[in-house]
């Protein structure tokens, strides 16, 4: 799935720039929440480890995930660094519209 997934993100990217669009776009990619601990109806789990717990629970491995954001209109200074902070899926529009009033 993750394979299926990256070669989709980068068919994304690659038609963003052969098209011109990429210089003003950001791509946000990140998840929900944590993969199922138990087994879901598909009959499948998944390993949150180091974090405990998954979907559905109170614990960070059902609230913790990874994401990233890329684009055109990051700043060089800030491409390819790893920032360690915490953001709730709730932040993303605030956080991007006052970014974008400093830039404006």
Known sequence: MISAVDSVVGNVSDTLKSTGLWESTLLIFTSDNGGPSAKSVSGHSANN???RGGKHTAWEGGHRVIAFVTGGVI????????LEGFIHGADWYATIAVSYTHLT
């Open 49 to 51: 480890y180091p974090l």
């Open 75 to 82: 700043p060089a200074s800030m491409r390819g660094k790893k």
